[in-house]
């Protein structure tokens, strides 16, 4: 190979291969230097650096954009390839550039190593890459030609392509007597999706597990032709399969397929699944019942509505509410007159969409007679019902109704915010009957406006003498619904002339709350009333008052009150409004000015206890003052600690003088503890250190043009933060870095040692996160960063990327010891790491450096360099490969004293049950029992790698709803890694995972039959506890819990039940909590846990803790 670049390129190859030197180091990458270092690529092996390839990968991209240049570097990458004396690890990365680069002029090479044990993948790859003919017809000519895996690939990448000169070819190999190569040929006809594919698939025929392969086949390619506008074709495949005696899912599918092309002439195919037994067929009939117009179909759903069960009916009524036909509202209505709750309340729901106004009364008199969760679907109708004339109705029989309807009319009127009726429902608030009464007042409270705010003055002063709060808190919600302050104060001020005490002690009320001059100038005249209780009502609108010049007669009373009540009010009232003073110096005063007053041990205290509230230093500096006192030494020491709590990270300097003087004074033990935990919060950042300063523009620009200047061929830099002084930086509507956690800090005398940049931090006491947003999901990205360990000799961290939301999560620097300036007079260490493409879908990406030893983890700079050329999608092979490393939906924390590794396996479900919550929450429960470290998958391709093995138990979170199981692979590896000793644990709906597939009843004990009743309603019932003396539930009680109560679950597999429930449909008993044993593993079945609450319930969460250790060899109590 190097004797043909040589001729080719020339000598500035000859050049860059005798010194070494990187061709690449211009402004733009060339031929030249490429095939320069192809040369150096030939004796590459895995394990080395990887700096090499990546540039060559790069410098390919680069040049090929240009057809001449593509050419030419293609042409180099197929030399290399069939260069013999290059490593097989050089030749499979010329084979994988290929994929991105190649010509047609490679298509001979690559259709000659397509049966090659290591390299016909990746050949294969590279001409499925390549547009046109020629390609396909190599091969075609593969799959003609070829046999066992390398044919198979090649039928795949046909499928792939959607060629349709392969049809017959594929049609050939059906009759083939090798099961892979059959089914191969009809996924590959089912991608494809032509009529003559639609035709060979409608003829073939299939045993075994080739059924399923098949079916799904057909489907995909009735989808395939629909897409293209051949509906014809594709409801002739739907109809074959809809028709036909194939497993339920697949005719399931048929018929949604055929209801989308097909519409409303696929109606007696829906209703007849509709009236099926079968709880998926009805499931998915009231599904598409929605996408279906016609008042053919509701007559038919209203006829069946009384022939389903409890759950049907709900289901049923969401559907009709759904289409909105007014002509169900009649069946509806009598629906929600009579029979089970929760199909009552679907009723009442169903009814918003569908009732017209004439219904109002009828409605209002449910939600008087109703109890529970229907009174509280009643009245949500009401609130929320559509019909024109709701409104008006509702008004009439707010003024002329009868009894509780008229309440519930009034209530209505509030929730729908009806403003227009405010005049009809103040004139109730004079009823006699006092729930009218409360009821206008509450809706005058949403309703009331400047025109009824006189009137209701006028109903404050009405009831004074009994109970006004209700007409007070409507009065003041009016009130904030009145702009000039003085339209608000002046009504209320006027009304105070000659009131009698009770009408004053509530008019002082309302101006305590309204707030403002005026208001406290009537206050202060009542404080000296000759009504005891007027002067009450005055003393404590004053000291709940927010004005600021209230706070001398604030101070003047906590001094001279006469009741011992109105001076602790004033005292805290005062200490408020010093708290709320944003000038320091005028709040120090303030609390200077109590010191006067504190002369009795009781005053003192009283001072302490309003002074803890105020996070300030003075005030810190006067509870210090009053460590000396031995009257209040206890109470000053709390309001220390308190405060202190509250300014730890404002004023460090003065709290930890104040923690010193505490850890001298301290009455007791236990209080100078918490005294030295104060102060060790203060001494974060070691010698010479204080928050750091002002940003250094100039520094952080000059710095910026340096790693501008520094970054790697192809990249740009497009952010730089100065820890410490700065906090972001970025480009506008594009990449960016921003700190989300951590504070700022700097060693102020670092500076003679290394640059002032390096003395700048960002620290925490756990971890550093920086947000990157606004990132090209077809670009690459680098991360770069310092770091130091300036005044220690123990810090280490490490390095983590994670989306933006934390839901996956990988390491890009493990464990790494800082260097130390301190310990070994090192110098602060630069470091660049790549960023994982697959983790900023969505342009985010959440960067960690956490403490991994030391004080805390510190950084102190970061950067981002983003490449200039955008990078290709992933390959169909490599999208395919199962995960070799769980994704964590968060953070993961490694557990090192664990005695079993535990992998919840999640990421898809039925559509009821949200794993991305439940994971989370099962997690965190196991995660209590310290034996266990746990691991979170939400890829179930997980299933298939090899490392499943390596836990001690699986926890399946994991429905494949409508999706194809993991596949052979996957079953086979789990069905070994059980039988050979992995723990399993099934949660919930996980009993439903892999139908169809005959050993998972053995493993699962019981699993999900769609055929027999789902489940009892969503509801409360009680688990009986049925093998007292098992290790899982010994000591455990029987409990309450608001789930599914599951009546669905089929096998013949012997299990042991542990805890049961009765049903309360059939008075049957079933189920909740078994265990068995397959092979060697243990296996854990608990059916309970539909939602957060569900699984988080204590006795539930404590059943999952004990069994997930029990099945992972464990005790099952700690």
Known sequence: MEVWIMERFGVIATIA??????????????????????????????????????????????????????????EALAALLQDDKATSAARQFACRQLQCVGTEAQIPLLAGLLAHAELGDLARGALECLPGDAALKALRGAAGTLKGAPRIGAVNSLGIRRDPAAVKLLEGLLSENDAQTNAAALTALGRIG???????LLNATATGSGRAVLHDAQLRCAERLAEGGDNETAAKIYRTIGSSDRPIAWRLSALAGLVRIDGEKATPMVLEALDSNDACSQALAMRLAR???????????????????????????????????????????????????????????????????????????????????????????LAKLTAAGVDEKLTELAAQGEGASRIESIRALGSRKATQSAAIVLKQSEDAHDGVRSAAF????????????????????????????????????????????????????????????PVRMALLRVLGSLGGADSLAAIREHLAHADASVKDAAIRALAGTTEASAAPDLLGLAQKAESQVHRVLALRGYLRLAAATEDGARRLKMLDELLPIATTPDLKKMLLGGLGDVQDAGALQMAVRFLDDADVKTEAGMAVLKIGAALVKKDRAA??????????????????????????????????????????????????????????????????????????????????????AGESYIWDDAAHVAPARFGSVAYDNAQVVFDATGLNPRKQYRLGFSWWDYDHDDRAGSVWAATGQGQRETRLLARTALPSQAGRHEKPAEKTLDLPRELQADGRMRISFRKEDGANVVVSEVWLYESEAEGTAPTNTQAAAPAQEPQPIAAQPTNPNAEARVLILTGLEYPGHKWKETAPALAELLRKDTRLEIRVVEDPAFLASPDLKKFGAIVMNYMNWEKPDPGEAARTNLKEA????????????????????????????RVWNPRLRGH????????????????IVKGLAAFETTDELYTCLEGETPIEVLAKATSKIDRKDYPMVFVLQYGKGRVFHNVLGHDVKAIVHPPVAELYRRGTAWAAGLSPVK
């Open 17 to 74: 291969l005798l010194t070494g030197a990187a061709a690449f180091a211009g402004d733009a990458p060339t031929l030249d230097g490429f095939a320069a270092r192809i040369v150096q690529l030939k004796t590459y092996e895995p394990g080395q650096s990887q700096a090499l390839l990546n540039e060559l990968q790069r410098t390919a991209v680069e040049l090929a954009k240009d057809p001449a240049g593509r050419a030419n570097v293609a």
């Open 194 to 200: 032509t009529p003559e594919a639609a035709a060979a």
């Open 291 to 381: 996408q279906l117009p016609g008042a053919q179909m509701t007559a038919a759903l209203v006829q069946r509505l009384a022939k389903l069960d409890a759950n049907g009916q709900v289901l049923l009524l969401e559907v009709l509410a759904e289409r909105g036909d007014n002509a169900a509202a009649e069946p509806v209505r009598r629906q929600a007159e009579a029979g089970d709750d929760a199909v009552r309340s679907a009723a009442f729901r169903a009814l918003v969409r569908l009732a017209s106004a004439d219904a109002v009364p009828w409605l209002t008199q449910r939600a008087a007679a109703e109890k529970g969760s229907v009174q509280q679907a009643a009245r949500e109708c």
């Open 442 to 501: 509450q809706a005058l409270a949403v309703l009331a406006g400047p025109e009824q705010y006189a009137a209701l003055i006028e109903r404050v002063k009405a009831l004074a003498a009994t109970d006004s709060s209700a007409a007070e808190a409507a009065l003041l919600a009016t009130a904030a619904r009145i702009a000039n302050p003085g339209d608000r104060t002046a009504p209320v001020r006027s009304a105070l002339q000659d009131a009698v005490p």
């Open 655 to 740: 709290v930890s003088t104040a923690a010193a003087a505490l850890i001298e004074k301290a009455p007791d033990t236990a209080m100078k503890d918490r005294a030295k935990e104060l102060l060790a919060q203060t001494e974060r950042g070691g010698r010479g250190g204080k928050p750091a300063p002002n940003p250094d523009h100039k520094r952080s620009e000059e710095v910026k043009a340096e790693k501008a200047k520094q970054a790697p061929h192809g990249f740009k830099l497009v952010s730089y933060i100065d820890c410490g002084p700065e906090t972001s930086d970025g480009i506008k509507d594009g990449p960016a870095l921003r700190l989300a």
């Open 978 to 1005: 059980v039988a050979g000793g992995t723990g399993l644990v099934l949660v919930h709906f996980a009993c439903g995972a892999f139908q169809g597939w005959p050993e998972f009843v053995k493993i699962a004990g």
């Open 1016 to 1031: 009892d309603p969503f509801g409360q019932f009680t688990v009986d506890i049925a093998k007292a003396d098992h290790p």
